[in-house]
C-alpha cells in the first residue's frame, strides 16, 4: 500500500516550540499547538509576565500543556484538614509551606517563572526552586489563599507538581547532617593541630619546644578527643558489629590503626617522650570522611526506593447520589461508586458497572494491549482506563487491592546486600591486618633481646603505619567518579556497590513490555488488498469517532482527511461500522466483518484488526510490538561478553518469534508471567549461583527487581514514577547497557591499581617502622602523600577509561 500526503509548511507553538500537528490557534500572529498553550500564554501576558520567552536562548521554554482543563474543585481534597497536615512543612495562622517535585522544570525560564508565582496569586509569599532535585518550596498567607489554588495554577502554567500517595507516607528524611558535622569537626580540629606541630616539622628552636612543646601536646589532646569520639565513630561501630559477627571487614584494620595511632600519641605526650601523631590521626579521619560523604551525597535527589504509593493518585472522583465529589484515595471504602476518565488510574479493584472499559495494564502485568471489559466484570488496581469514562464500585480497600499483593512478599521486607567488591575490599582488609599483625609482632621478638624501648616503639609504629586507610579511600572515590561518569550518560545508580555488583554479574534478565519496547509506539502492518486513498480516507473516517486503544493507534497511523460519517454503530468489543460517501465500512474482529479464516489464522496469538468494504473483507492489520533502535546490536554485545539472557514477558507469545530472531536459539524466553512468576525465575537462578540483573520498567517487575542482584529500571523520566529499584536507566541509554558494564568491570581494576599504589606506600613505611626509624616528620609527610596519591589514582585512572570508551569528550576530561 502506497500513501502520500501533501506538504505542509508546519508552524511551531510560540509557548512549548513543538510542531502543530492540527490546525493552529493564533493569538497576535503567535501560533499555539493547543487551547492549554494558548492559555498559559494568555495567563503570562496579562501579568507582564511575557520575560519568560525570552530568557532561554535557541528554544522555547514553555512544556506542552494537556488541553483538558482543570475542573473546578477537582483539588479542593487538598484543602481538608487530614490531607493539609500531611502535604505541609510549616502551619501556622499567617504562614503555610509545602514542598512539591516538580518533574516539568528543565530550564532558567522555569527557574524564573517559578519563583514569580507571587505576581500570578497575591496569596502566595515566597516560591524557592531547587532545580538539581527538580523541587519547588511555596510558602502562601493561608488567609489569602488555599493549598488547592497554588496547586490549581501550577498545572494552569505547565508545572504540574507529583501528587501521589507517597506525599502523604512518613518518609524518613536522608541524614545528611552526620555526615557534614563528622567531616566540619574532623576538617577544623585537624588544621588547629597542624598548627601546633609546626615546631616538630620545622625542627626550631628547642628552646620553643620546651617551652611550648608539652602545652601544644595536651592542647592537641583535647581536640583529637572529639575527632576519636564523635568523628572517627562509624569506622568503630562498623568493626564491633563485623567483629560480633565473627567476620573481619575493612573497617576493622582501619579502627585498629587509628586506635594504636591515638594511644601511641597518648603515650608520647604524657610521657614526654615525643610529640606523636595526633596531626596524623585526625588527618586520615578527615581524609577518610571525605570519601564517605562524596559516595553518600552523590545523586542523592533520585528516589530509588519507591513502592505502589508513588504509582497511585492522592485523589479519585466519587459518586454520591448522583453528585460529584473528589475524595482521598487513602478513604475510599468497599461499595463507594467512582468514575474514572481516560488516562485515569484504577486505585481498588472494583466491579464495573457503566461504560466501556479498556484496560491498560501494562505497567502493573505486562500485557502490551488494552483489555475490553464488560459490566459486571472486576477491574483490578492499577489498570489504566484508555477511553470514554466508565463507572466502578469498590469492592476491597486500596491496602488490600490485588496491587499491594506484589508488596506483600517477604522480598520487600528486606535489605538487599551486594556481593561486589564492598565485600572484595572487606577481604583484602582480613589478610591486610593478619599480615600487619605478623609484622608487628615479628618487629617485637626482633627488638626485645636487643632494645625493650625500640621493641615498644617498632611494635605500635608498625600498627600506625600499616593503617589501611588509603584502601579505605580507593573504593569510595573510585565508584563515585564512576556514578558521576554514569550520570552524564542518564544512567543513575543507588550507590557504589550497585557498580562493583554489575561488574560480577553473570545473567541479564529482560522484561518486555516497555523494556525491550517502545510502549507509547506500536508497528502496524496490513496484509491483503491494496486500499486506494478515498478507501483509506473513509476508515480513517470511521475509525475517528471510536475510543477503543487499537482504533486510535489506526487512526494515528492513517494519513489522509477525515470525512463525516453516517449510520455510525459500535458493538463492544466486536468493531465498528459507519458509511462514508455512500461507502460502507465495518472494522473489528473477524467475527464482525465476517473474515473466513483457516485454523493456523485462527490459532495465531497476533493482534489483527480486520476490514471490511461493502461487506467484502479486503484485509487486516496486524499490531506488533515496536522494539528499541539498537536492540539487536545490545544482545549481541552481551553475548560476546558471556551473560546468560532472558526474557520475561507478562504477554502472551505473540512476539515470541521476533524475539528469538533477536536473542538467538539459546535465550530463555517465558510469556504469559505473573508478577510472582518472575520474582520465582529469579530466584531459581540465584539458586543455581548466578549474578543476575534484571531489566525491568513496571509495577509488575518490582518483585523481581527487588530480587535479582541488581535491579534495573527504564523510564522516560527520571523524575517520574518507576518501580523501586537500585539504579534508573533513561530510555535512551538503554542500548549502552552493554558497555556500561564493561566500564564497571574496569572501574574495578582502577580500584586494583590504587591498592598497589597504597601497598608500595605502606612497605615504604614499614620499612621505616620495624627499623625504629619512623619520626612525627615521616608520618607527617608519608600519610597525606599516600591518601592523595591513591585519591588521584583513582579519580584519574576513572576518567581515562571513560576517555577510552567515549564517555568524555578531551574537553570534559579535562
Known amino acids: 500500500m502506497i500513501e502520500t500526503a501533501c506538504p505542509q509548511i508546519k508552524e511551531h507553538c510560540y509557548h512549548c516550540g513543538d510542531e502543530c500537528t492540527s490546525e493552529p490557534l493564533h493569538v497576535e500572529e503567535k501560533a499555539f499547538c493547543c487551547t492549554g498553550c494558548k492559555a498559559v500564554y494568555e495567563l503570562l501576558y496579562a501579568n507582564n509576565l511575557c520575560t519568560y520567552y525570552n530568557l532561554e536562548q535557541g528554544e522555547k521554554p514553555g512544556v506542552a500543556v494537556k488541553e483538558e482543563e482543570v475542573t473546578m474543585g477537582q483539588f479542593a481534597y487538598l484543602d481538608a484538614t487530614a490531607v493539609r497536615s500531611q ?33 500570578l496569586d497575591q496569596g502566595v509569599l515566597e516560591s524557592r526552586v531547587n532545580f538539581p532535585r527538580k523541587e519547588i518550596s511555596i510558602s502562601y498567607h493561608p488567609a489569602q489563599t488555599k493549598l488547592s489554588a497554588v496547586v490549581t495554577l501550577l498545572h494552569k502554567i505547565g508545572y504540574a507538581p507529583t501528587l501521589n500517595l507517597d506525599n502523604l507516607s512518613v518518609k524518613k528524611e536522608k541524614n545528611t547532617l552526620g555526615i557534614n558535622l563528622q567531616l566540619g569537626v574532623a576538617g577544623f580540629f585537624f588544621g588547629n593541630i597542624m598548627l601546633f606541630s609546626f615546631p616538630e616539622y ?14 601544644f601536646g595536651y592542647l592537641s589532646i583535647v581536640l583529637a578527643l572529639p575527632v576519636l569520639l564523635f568523628s572517627a565513630k562509624g569506622f568503630f561501630t562498623s568493626a564491633w558489629q563485623s567483629l560480633k559477627q565473627r567476620h573481619i571487614n575493612l573497617d576493622t584494620p582501619i579502627s585498629l590503626g587509628l586506635a594504636s595511632l591515638f594511644c601511641v600519641s597518648l603515650y608520647d605526650i604524657i610521657s614526654g617522650s615525643g610529640p606523636g601523631f595526633l596531626d596524623s590521626f585526625t588527618g586520615l579521619v578527615f581524609f577518610m570522611l571525605i570519601g564517605k560523604y562524596v559516595q553518600q551525597t552523590t545523586y542523592d535527589a533520585l528516589t530509588f526506593d519507591r513502592d505502589y504509593k508513588a504509582y497511585f493518585p492522592i485523589s479519585v472522583t466519587v459518586l454520591e447520589k448522583g453528585q460529584e465529589r473528589t475524595m482521598a484515595v487513602k478513604e475510599l471504602t468497599p461499595t463507594k461508586r467512582i468514575r474514572i476518565r481516560n488516562q485515569e488510574l484504577v486505585p481498588a479493584d472494583a466491579i464495573l458497572l457503566r461504560g466501556n472499559a479498556f484496560i491498560d495494564y501494562s505497567f502493573v502485568s505486562g500485557e502490551s494491549v488494552a483489555v475490553p471489559k464488560v459490566p459486571g466484570e472486576i477491574i483490578y488496581a492499577g489498570g489504566r ?45 582480613g589478610w591486610f591486618i593478619s599480615v600487619t599483625m605478623l609484622i608487628a609482632l615479628g618487629a617485637l621478638v626482633y627488638w626485645v633481646p636487643r632494645d625493650t624501648d625500640m621493641a615498644i616503639k617498632a611494635f605500635t609504629s608498625v600498627l600506625v603505619i600499616a593503617c589501611p586507610c588509603a584502601l579505605s579511600l580507593s573504593t569510595p572515590f573510585t565508584l563515585s567518579n564512576v556514578l558521576k561518569i554514569f550520570g552524564k550518560q542518564k544512567f543513575y545508580l543507588k550507590n557504589g556497590d550497585v557498580a562493583e555488583t554489575l561488574a560480577k554479574a553473570d545473567a541479564v534478565v529482560f522484561d518486555k513490555t516497555g523494556t525491550l519496547t517502545e510502549s507509547a509506539q506500536t508497528d502496524i502492518l496490513f496484509t491483503g488488498n491494496v486500499l486506494n486513498a478515498p478507501e483509506i480516507t473513509a476508515v480513517k473516517s470511521v475509525l475517528q469517532h471510536s475510543t477503543h486503544p487499537l482504533s486510535q493507534s489506526l487512526y494515528q497511523q492513517l494519513l489522509g482527511p477525515v470525512l463525516p460519517v453516517s449510520q455510525y454503530q459500535e458493538v463492544a468489543g466486536q468493531g465498528i461500522t459507519g458509511v462514508v460517501n455512500g461507502l460502507e465500512i465495518k472494522v473489528g474482529s473477524a467475527e464482525f466483518v465476517g473474515a473466513q479464516l483457516n485454523q493456523t489464522t485462527k490459532n495465531t496469538l497476533a493482534t489483527r484488526v480486520y476490514i471490511a468494504l461493502e461487506n467484502a473483507v479486503v484485509g487486516f492489520y496486524t499490531f506488533s510490538n515496536h522494539y528499541r533502535p539498537g536492540l539487536q546490536e545490545l544482545v549481541r ?28 536459539p539459546a535465550a530463555d524466553l517465558n510469556f504469559n508471567q505473573t508478577p510472582a512468576n518472575k520474582l520465582a525465575y529469579i530466584e531459581k537462578l540465584k539458586a543455581e549461583g548466578k549474578k543476575v540483573i534484571m531489566v525491568g520498567d513496571g509495577l509488575n517487575d518490582a518483585g523481581a527487581l527487588k530480587m535479582s542482584d541488581a535491579g534495573i529500571a527504564v523510564t522516560s523520566s527520571v523524575n517520574g514514577f518507576s518501580p523501586g529499584c537500585d539504579a534508573i536507566l533513561d530510555a535512551g541509554s538503554f542500548t549502552q547497557l552493554a558497555k556500561f558494564l564493561v566500564f ?22 614499614l620499612s621505616l617502622a620495624v627499623t625504629g626509624q619512623f619520626t612525627p616528620v615521616a608520618s607527617a609527610i608519608l600519610m597525606p602523600i599516600s591518601s592523595i596519591s591513591v585519591i588521584l589514582c583513582s579519580v584519574l585512572g576513572v576518567r581515562w577509561v571513560a576517555w577510552r570508551m567515549g564517555f568524555l569528550t578531551s574537553t570534559s576530561n579535562a
Open 385 to 429: 482506563q484508555v477511553g470514554e469514562s466508565i463507572e466502578l464500585e469498590v469492592i476491597k480497600d486500596v491496602s488490600q487491592s490485588y496491587l499491594t499483593q506484589l508488596w506483600n512478599n517477604d522480598v520487600f521486607q528486606k535489605e538487599k546486600s551486594y556481593f561486589g567488591v564492598g565485600t572484595y575490599a572487606d577481604k583484602v582488609g
Open 744 to 765: 564497571s568491570k574496569r572501574a574495578l581494576y582502577v580500584i586494583l591499581g590504587s591498592f598497589l599504589v597504597s601497598f608500595v606506600y605502606n612497605i615504604v613505611g
Open 87 to 119: 502535604l505541609l512543612t510549616f502551619q501556622s495562622e499567617a504562614l503555610e509551606k509545602v514542598h512539591f517535585k516538580v518533574p516539568n522544570m528543565h530550564c532558567s525560564s522555569c527557574i524564573w517563572l517559578l519563583e514569580n508565582l507571587y505576581k
Open 202 to 215: 620545622f625542627a626550631l628552636a628547642d628552646e620553643i619546644k620546651e617551652t611550648f612543646g608539652p602545652f
Open 637 to 664: 554485545e552481551l553475548q560476546k561478553q558471556g551473560k546468560q539472557l532472558a526474557v520475561l514477558s507478562g504477554d502472551n507469545a505473540a512476539e515470541a518469534e521476533n524475539l528469538r530472531v533477536l536473542f538467538g
